[in-house]
């Protein structure tokens, strides 16, 4: 059943933690370029899509290809990259052509969270769920002991982008649960030139639209252009993954990332982002600290 009982709320700089923070100089802010980036271009066949006609690389597509991917994680034919960063065990930017998509597929013991960049994705699983979803709106599954579900983009002439995220659960054999945040206007408010907090622990007080089964907060935000994003503590045991999902934005030590690019960061610290002149959409997936990290390059 699908339930969205929250809005998504504006966080205060306290959100994650009413503890002092360590000064700003302590940060470790290591950067993800995009081209450290695994892409992938699955044939069509894969999840029974069709060959793309002979002059579709006109649109910027092939007849060999109907899903431009981008891992940050170890996934499919992808092996040689990171396994995780914390308890995040993948996240793909996917770009899917139209009319295109993921025929039914099994998944299991992972908390699976997809954010629509644009475009309207449309979800069925073996629970009885289906529904279509559009830009700024959240999906999340509990696969849990188990579950089947296709993901399309169902528009005839317009691609689809979404994020998708794994989160390894607290614990495996979970019951399968599916739920969703679907955007509108107080989303869009939430999220604009403050940090909305979607995602957090199913055992933690914070009312949010999602819950997972996992230590885990994801955090969103919309800069207007040369905006500063509210300052989002990052506590000595915690650590986030952040991902320029849109535009450009300015970090603290200099540091700054294009779209597609991400960063880890390692607390203490507080984390302060300023869009650049195109505006900026980020997401922030905040955990417990662990000792796995890339580095800068």
């Given at each position: ?21 360590e000064p700003a100089a302590m ?129 005839k002439e317009k691609p689809l ?24 206007q107080a989303e869009e408010d ?108």
């Amino acid at each position: 059943m699908v339930w969205s009982c929250f809005s998504a709320s504006a966080v205060e700089p306290t959100a994650i933690s009413a503890s002092a923070i360590e000064p700003a100089a302590m940060a470790s802010i290591a950067v993800i370029g995009n081209d450290r980036l695994f892409v992938s271009e699955p044939d069509p066949g894969m999840f029974g899509n069709k060959e793309n006609a002979a002059d579709s690389k006109s649109a910027g597509w092939t007849n060999k290809n109907w899903l431009k991917s981008r891992f940050h994680f170890s996934f499919a034919e992808y092996h040689n990259g990171p396994g995780n960063f914390g308890c995040v065990r993948v996240m793909n930017d996917d770009l899917v052509q139209a009319d295109r998509g993921f025929g039914a597929h099994p998944h299991r013991d992972m908390e699976i969270m997809t954010f629509i960049v644009h475009g309207n994705l449309t979800h069925k699983d073996s629970m009885g769920t289906e529904e279509t979803l559009g830009r700024g709106s959240l999906q999340f599954m509990t696969a849990g002991t188990g579950v089947r579900h296709s993901e399309h983009n169902l528009d005839k002439e317009k691609p689809l982008r979404f994020i998708q995220t794994w989160v390894v659960p607290r614990k495996r054999g979970l019951p399968p649960n599916y739920g969703s945040m679907p955007s509108g206007q107080a989303e869009e408010d939430a999220r604009k030139d403050q940090w909305a907090h979607l995602v957090s622990d199913a055992v933690g007080g914070f009312a949010t639209p999602v819950k997972i089964n996992q230590d885990c907060n994801v955090f969103v935000t919309e800069l207007s252009p040369g905006k500063m994003a509210p300052a989002l503590p990052l506590q000595p045991s915690r650590q986030a993954y952040l991902l320029c999902v849109e535009g450009e934005v300015q970090l603290g030590g200099g540091k700054s990332l294009l779209q597609h690019d991400a960063a880890e960061l390692k607390g203490p610290l507080s984390l302060e982002a300023t869009a650049g002149g195109g505006g900026a959409l980020l997401l922030c997936f905040e955990m417990a600290a662990t000792t796995d990290s890339r580095g800068d390059k």
